[in-house]
């Protein structure tokens, strides 16, 4: 989480700060980020980048919620209960054709491909069985679809029949 004084801070300073973040974790996997490379792009000294972050993966991990939020808006406020197969199929979908045109596909990208997996997010852990199921399988389906874009199609229908097997 960022410090309150990075959050305090004027609007612009902070969009440039984020573009700075977010130009780095697109760029690099976060083992090869460096906050040498955030403070130029971003403006700042290193001494301001430490008290808005405290570390490199503290930046990553701001970076990484605030682009999870934006992509996940569409299931904001939602049931998740009450979504079909179709829905997360579709959305799934939509999310692939739409991604490439998004000012965080890379960002994505390198997230899917090379970051999660040295990630320890605990919080999938603690859904339940199905929900736990349903994330596991749409998000490796949108990896595939990254690795082997030419697959897609193909993805997304097995996405549907393993998901019309869990309804």
């Not at 290193?46 to 939020?69: E, N, P």
């Not at 994505?108 to 970051?115: A, F, G, S, T």
């Not at 990254?146 to 549907?160: A, F, G």
């Amino acid at each position: 989480m960022p410090s309150s004084t990075f959050l305090n801070l004027p609007q612009a300073k902070k969009e440039r700060i984020n573009a700075a973040l977010l130009n780095e974790f697109s760029a690099h996997p976060l083992a090869d980020a460096q906050v040498a490379r955030i403070i130029k792009d971003a403006k700042i000294s290193r001494g301001a980048y430490y008290k808005y972050f405290i570390t490199l993966k503290g930046g990553y991990d701001y970076t990484r919620r605030m682009v999870l939020s934006t992509i996940h808006r569409p299931f904001a406020g939602k049931r998740l209960n009450q979504l079909k197969p179709a829905d997360y199929v579709n959305a799934a979908r939509s999310f692939l054709e739409d991604s490439s045109e998004s000012e965080y596909f890379e960002f994505i990208q390198m997230d899917i491909l090379h970051n999660q997996k040295n990630l320890d997010d605990s919080t999938i852990i603690q859904l339940p069985s199905k929900r736990w199921a349903i994330t596991i399988l749409c998000h490796e389906t949108i990896k595939e679809a990254m690795e082997i874009p030419d697959d897609s199609e193909k993805l997304l229908q097995r996405l549907q029949i393993s998901l019309e097997a869990l309804s």
